[in-house]
């Protein structure tokens, strides 16, 4: 149920972290992937670290004219399109009342009208095929929000009203969209924090450690995969317990 031999994969901020992992777990279960990196040059070079079929294509996704450049270049690249990933995502994190206008339009153009440019783009030509995976990935402190992280917080809040929405709106033509909600994740924003901080945090997780990027990328496939043709409008935490 996990074989993706054939399936045509887009990977939205595939070049590090999460969308890296997702990218590579696609590639090595045999999906044809298209990963996406701001710059176009890192794309094709990170693409090309990856084993399997993965092309590296430039996307910003605040641009709507790169959001269409990009999907109509990758959806030419796969000959069609069976799952997207919007993976791409920033914080700007600040208390509240210091939050500058920038920092909120960044973030929420980013994470959240970023995303629904990608998702928009990408359910046009699934909903002509009768079939698709669309599949978000947005955070457990869109559920449960967090000091200092409140334009962060709204847009991976948002991003769960839009995924349950679409997923009302496309389900009769065999889309189901779904969303994975990381914790803790060590990526290069955990290892850079100070031991003393980073210990704090995962005295905070029940499973007494943070999750990796694999364990993002199983989840991501796991929705992707035909095992999960029943599950839709979804939001899968993936945290250890974090929020529980
Ligand atoms: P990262 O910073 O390593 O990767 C983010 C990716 O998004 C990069 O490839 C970057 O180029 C891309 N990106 C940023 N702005 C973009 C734009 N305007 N256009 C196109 N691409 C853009 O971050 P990480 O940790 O891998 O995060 C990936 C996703 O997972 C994000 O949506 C993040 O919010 C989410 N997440 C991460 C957690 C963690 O612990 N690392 C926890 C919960 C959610």
Redesign the pocket.
């Given at each position: 149920m996990m074989n993706f031999k054939d399936r045509s994969v887009i990977v939205?901020?595939?070049?590090?972290?999460?969308?890296?992992a997702i990218g590579t777990a696609f590639a090595a279960a045999g999906a044809r992937v298209v990963i996406?990196?701001?710059n176009g040059e890192t794309a094709a070079q990170v693409a090309s670290q990856i084993d399997g079929e993965v092309h590296g294509l430039a996307?910003?996704?605040?641009?709507a004219d790169?959001v269409q450049n990009f999907f109509s270049a990758a959806l030419e690249i796969l000959e069609g399109l069976d799952v997207v990933v919007a993976?791409?995502?920033?914080?700007r994190d600040k208390l509240v009342m210091a939050l500058k206008d920038e920092d909120w339009d960044e973030v929420l153009?980013?994470?959240l009208k970023?995303a629904f440019l990608c998702v928009r783009e990408a359910v046009r030509p699934m909903i002509r095929n009768r079939s698709g995976r669309i599949i978000a990935?947005?955070?457990?402190?869109g559920l449960t929000g967090n000091p200092g992280q409140g334009n962060?917080a709204a847009s991976?809040a948002g991003l769960i009203g839009l995924v349950k929405s679409l997923a009302q709106e496309v389900a009769s033509r065999n889309i189901t969209v779904n969303a994975v909600?990381?914790?803790?994740?060590?990526?290069?924003?955990?290892a850079d924090l100070p031991e003393k901080a980073r210990q704090v945090l995962i005295e905070r997780i029940p499973a007494g450690r943070?999750?990796t990027?694999e364990e993002?990328a199983g989840t991501v496939l796991f929705l992707a995969s035909d095992a999960a043709s029943y599950v839709t409008g979804e939001v899968i935490r993936v945290d250890g317990g974090l929020a529980c």
């Amino acid at each position: 149920m996990m074989n993706f031999k054939d399936r045509s994969v887009i990977v939205t901020g595939g070049t590090r972290g999460i969308g890296r992992a997702i990218g590579t777990a696609f590639a090595a279960a045999g999906a044809r992937v298209v990963i996406s990196g701001r710059n176009g040059e890192t794309a094709a070079q990170v693409a090309s670290q990856i084993d399997g079929e993965v092309h590296g294509l430039a996307l910003d996704v605040t641009n709507a004219d790169s959001v269409q450049n990009f999907f109509s270049a990758a959806l030419e690249i796969l000959e069609g399109l069976d799952v997207v990933v919007a993976n791409a995502g920033i914080t700007r994190d600040k208390l509240v009342m210091a939050l500058k206008d920038e920092d909120w339009d960044e973030v929420l153009d980013t994470n959240l009208k970023g995303a629904f440019l990608c998702v928009r783009e990408a359910v046009r030509p699934m909903i002509r095929n009768r079939s698709g995976r669309i599949i978000a990935v947005t955070s457990v402190i869109g559920l449960t929000g967090n000091p200092g992280q409140g334009n962060y917080a709204a847009s991976k809040a948002g991003l769960i009203g839009l995924v349950k929405s679409l997923a009302q709106e496309v389900a009769s033509r065999n889309i189901t969209v779904n969303a994975v909600a990381p914790g803790m994740i060590d990526t290069d924003m955990l290892a850079d924090l100070p031991e003393k901080a980073r210990q704090v945090l995962i005295e905070r997780i029940p499973a007494g450690r943070p999750g990796t990027v694999e364990e993002v990328a199983g989840t991501v496939l796991f929705l992707a995969s035909d095992a999960a043709s029943y599950v839709t409008g979804e939001v899968i935490r993936v945290d250890g317990g974090l929020a529980c």
